[in-house]
């Protein structure tokens, strides 16, 4: 194997699969280990989520009923149910196929069960009480008049006022949210009164994400969508009418909505709809130059830089986007006094030869005298020096030069790497992603990173031409 | 479950290799594991290797079985965990990691991140060691290739 394979290889060897989580307890004899979930954990299989809609008409129907309770409607070719099964109190489905489970109630209720799934139904004193034992449901039911309908967790009791909500419960604890009507989440001692678009979590340690990525797994997940209202803050901006496209749909709406919010200065709010717009189109330049100037306003220039080169290539619709962009790159070098840098970006800007908003006497002007950041916009402080770094080593110019122009020092402080040649696999790759750093300066970089941020005893000196360690 | 204990993580990289989510990959792999559990099933032959073949299955399995659903947060369903500052990079891994033929593909998760040797991932995979071995290193070398014009495109252009 060549050694840039070799280098390449140590570079993936940073990255770490995710620790996959315990068997279900179901069925495990033990549990290998303690179960780990990250932050998207709403896409992970073992979470629990139910939604419920819910009729008098269902609760009645159970009340002072011994009959069957449900009958399955759906069930995967590999699933331990078959279609029109019936499913009596107290027995607990599970979902184990991966196509799930959908269980049809007698009044034309549903739920939807995710895979890997298990839930039991239970007559409760005014009603019926779904006990969740694991996994995600969907329930819609009918409308009701009296009683309720419960979905038990084992950290939480929800009872369904109204008609639509879902539970999400995994081994850490249960969040609650609520797509449409109004639910009451008893949570030991407190009771929580829920409405559409709010949710609520057992335990802080319970992360908690939009409603509309929770329910994505269902069959009927853009409908769901359609009911929940959009966020608060934008709700009103939003015109509603018959035709309408969900909102998490429509890149466009995302896009007009985030800028409105931008200019009644309400950056971050207006950051995560152009990131979501971005999510529906990675490509919309608009989206990528906008959430660049939010970043921007944030005083967030890292990502801001990131933003505005992500709009160069992407659809550059409309074409102003390109000269902007450039302008807007060569200012936030500016602001970091980078101005070598900064005087090319002006020069791109002004060889498009778009005037759009009077782009080429903005950019000539920068190019004459550079850009000065305006009062109260705060700057990214810079890195504390390394106590062993030689103030004036040529290692150390190059670094900062070329590695915080992006960045921060901090990634690279928290290296900690072992040997030479991971910090050399991370200036390779620094300069695949077109970091400027000539051939003659990559070895005097890699000294400089591996003696100051180097897993190395500090009582060692540290041969500065000591050959690259090969893994 | 000692079968589980020792080859969840290698299985885990199989299913993510097939799969590109790590839910879905985790729920093969569940499947897989309670259906033993039950006794649904049974190893006649090499456990290790009808575990390979059964959570491939059940990946593809997960691939069909939600084709349907509708990804409205656009989310990428991460199973690298990623160093500090690189999530994007984590990211562009993943995806160009799924720009590589499968063969390959399979042998690259099971040997960096399954810790799995040549001689291991043969015997996962029904290959000769000699053909995980030169599928590893074409792969490697065309993911980073990859992975390097993938990052070329992306910084490139501002410059």
Known sequence: MDRQNDEFEAFLKQFQLRTPGPLPKEGTAQSPRPRRRPLQWILAAAAVVAVVLLSSALVRMFEGTRGPYAKVEVAGTNSLYKTGQTIPVGEVVRSNDAE?????????????????????????????????????????????????????????LVSVVGTVFFVNAESTGTSVAVVEGEVHVQDGASLKKLHPGEQTASDTSVPLRPV??????????????????????????IQTGPGLVPFSQDPASLIRDGEKLAAAGRYHEAADLFQKALSLNRLSSIASFRLGEVRYQLGDFNNALQSFRDSLIGDLDPKWIEVWAHINIGKIYDIREQRDRAIPEYQRAISTGDDFHM???????????????????PSPSPPEPQPNANPDSPGKKIFYRACTTCHSAEPAAKTNFSTKAEYAALVNREINKGTEISTAEVPVLVDYLWENFGKVPRDIPVQRDAPIQRK | MRLYQQHSRGLLAHACS???????????????????LRGDIEITDSPVSYLYRAVRN?????IRSHSREVDLAGM??????????????????????????????????LHIWGQMSFEECAAALGISPNTAASRYRYGLSKLREQFQTTARSRYGSAK
């Open chain 1, 359 to 377: 782009a080429q006497g903005v950019a000539k002007g920068f190019l004459a005298a550079p850009f000065r950041q305006a009062q109260g916009v």
């Open chain 1, 100 to 156: 799930g489970v959908v269980l049809a109630l007698e009044d034309g209720s549903h739920i939807e069960m995710r895979s890997q799934s298990a839930l039991a139904l239970e007559s409760a004193a005014d009603g019926i009480r779904v006990r969740l034992n694991n996994g995600s449901i969907i329930v819609s039911a009918a409308k009701q008049q009296t009683g309720h309908l419960y979905v038990q967790t084992k950290n939480v």
């Open chain 2, 58 to 62: 059940a990946s593809l399995n997960q």
């Open chain 1, 212 to 237: 509309r990525e929770a329910i994505s797994w269902s069959r009927n997940a853009l409908a769901y969508a359609a009911l929940l209202p959009p966020p608060p803050s934008v709700a009103a901006q």
């Open chain 2, 76 to 109: 990428e369903d991460r199973w690298l965990d990623s160093p500090a500052g690189m999530e994007q990079t984590g990211l562009e891994l993943q995806s160009a990691m799924h720009g590589l033929p499968e063969g390959q593909r399979e042998v690259i998760l």
């Open chain 2, 18 to 36: 097939i799969v590109n989510s790590f839910a879905s990959a985790e729920d093969a792999l569940h499947q897989v594991f309670e259906r033993l």
